[in-house]
């Protein structure tokens, strides 16, 4: 999997879940800067030497970090992806599970999703 195919992939949870969306501007190319309405930004970068499933869980890792302090910056919930078991209290955690990249509840262990494949809420 192809670096913009990964980023791809993990925006979809984004468009999915969270109530505060990007500006996407790619960098030259070679790399791609999230825009929060406040002007903060926040660039992502590729895993140096991992699988597909290691790109994806690293980019999640990253997109989960500006999604919550551009909801922070918006006086909504930090949280996101939002724990469908324990709402408003934790994230889910992006991890690797039988070498597929999945969103996880950190509490339970519970997998809730592969990573891009989180339901429209």
Avoid at 21 to 33: F, H, K
Avoid at 41 to 49: D, F, K, S, Y
Avoid at 59 to 75: K, M, P, Y
């Amino acid at each position: 999997m192809e670096f913009a195919e990964a980023v791809d992939t993990v925006l979809r949870d984004l468009r999915a879940q969270c109530a505060v969306q990007p500006e996407i501007r790619w960098d030259d190319g070679i790399g791609i800067t999230l825009w929060a309405p406040d002007g903060s930004g926040q660039g992502l970068t590729p895993h140096p030497e991992g699988t597909t499933a290691e790109l994806l869980a690293h980019l999640a890792d990253q997109v989960q970090d500006w999604a919550v302090e551009a909801l922070w910056s918006e006086g909504a919930s930090a949280v996101w992806p939002q724990c469908p078991t324990h709402p408003d209290t934790h994230p889910l955690a992006a991890t690797l599970r039988t070498d597929t990249a999945v969103w996880v509840c950190p509490k339970r262990g519970t997998t809730v999703a592969r990573i891009g494949e989180l339901k429209t809420r």
